[in-house]
């Protein structure tokens, strides 16, 4: 499978606030082989393991697993120590109970539960004058949804999620939150469903252990669910390309049992289309590509199906704003 870029907002949020405490970017970006230039391109990509590095080195720097942003430091292991605390809860509910029981010793903790017959909201604050700490914000909504899987051991739809400032970021979004997404909310939640609350606690010390070794990797990754058209179609591209190909439209109707015009049509109610799709599979395997610098561009150029690096310099130009050798840290020509 191809490995999905995201979209650089983290990034550039992380960048916002080491220079506002007055970190060294230079060295931040250079341990995730990223280029200052680079990071300025609004449509820039950048793959799991380079933001997974900018968080980490924020880590270090900060010893604030809140990253500076909360109304106090949360020092690192307290993420851990939180995780032990809610272990013997009975369920769901019970452990964000105690979750609220811990903010006099945890203060950064600040977040509301409100319960409804249907429907249990879980808010938290926000700062709608400081773009850096929403997204970052955002991050911690989505990792408390991933969290709330976990910890009753299956994958759980949020009802929506409310923000309360306008639609922005919109792929950033998609990629957080498998939900509906409600805009100019009163306060950042989640919703899900009451019932939910009542699901038993199911997680062993040793499962809590293995989250906190592989945070914020952890927090980053969420399954992949195939509950669009779109998504099959690529799931498909990918492991065809795998085998060493690349699929025509047809190739892929013929896969699903279905007519060119069909796959055509159903793509489009979906807003997006076959090439589109390819597109982004092609930007994806590129980009990974460049920045592990594991084959020359004339090789990387042909293998994505392209007659000449040229043709390829002028599509990743128009995928991202930039030449592939802004991504390139270092590998062969």
Not at 222 to 236: D, G, K, L, W
Not at 290 to 314: C, H, M, N, Y
Request: charged share 25%.
């Amino acid at each position: 499978m191809a490995d999905r870029t995201l979209p650089i907002d983290l990034v550039q949020a992380s960048v916002s606030l080491a220079l506002r405490s007055g970190w060294d970017v230079n060295a931040l970006l250079e341990d995730a082989g990223l280029s200052p230039l680079l990071v300025a391109e609004g449509r820039a990509r950048v793959t799991e393991e380079q933001l997974v590095t900018v968080l980490r080195s924020l880590w270090d720097r900060t010893d604030d697993e809140l990253l500076g942003l909360g109304p106090h430091p949360l020092p690192r292991g307290s993420f851990r120590l939180l995780l032990f605390g809610i272990a013997g809860a009975r369920d769901l509910g019970d452990a964000l109970e105690r979750l609220r029981g811990f903010v006099r010793a945890f203060p950064a903790l600040v977040f509301e539960l409100d319960l409804g017959e249907q429907e249990a909201r879980i808010s938290a604050p926000c700062d709608l004058d400081d773009e850096t700490a929403n997204i970052v914000l955002l991050a911690g909504l989505a990792a408390g949804h991933r969290l709330i899987s976990w910890a009753v051991g299956r994958e759980v739809s949020a009802l929506r999620v409310e923000l309360p400032f306008p639609r922005a970021h919109e792929e950033t979004l998609t990629m957080m939150f498998d939900a509906p997404l409600v805009f100019h909310a009163a306060r950042a939640a989640i919703v899900v469903e009451t019932d939910l609350l009542r699901r038993p606690f199911v997680r062993s010390d040793e499962e809590i252990e293995q989250v906190v070794a592989q945070a914020p990797r952890w927090f980053l990754s969420r399954p992949r669910r195939e509950v669009t058209f779109s998504a099959q179609v690529r799931r498909y591209v990918e492991s065809t390309i795998a085998g060493g190909r690349w699929p025509e439209a047809a190739d892929v109707a013929s896969r699903l049992t279905i007519s060119p015009q069909t796959l055509r049509r159903r793509l489009a109610e979906e807003g997006t289309s076959f090439r589109a799709i390819s597109d982004e599979v092609r930007r994806d395997v590129a980009i990974t590509s460049l920045v592990g610098a594991t084959e020359s561009i004339a090789d990387l150029s042909a293998r994505l199906g392209f007659s000449e690096p040229s043709a390829f310099t002028r599509a990743f130009r128009r995928w991202t704003g930039d030449a592939p050798s802004a991504y390139r840290c270092a590998g062969p020509e």
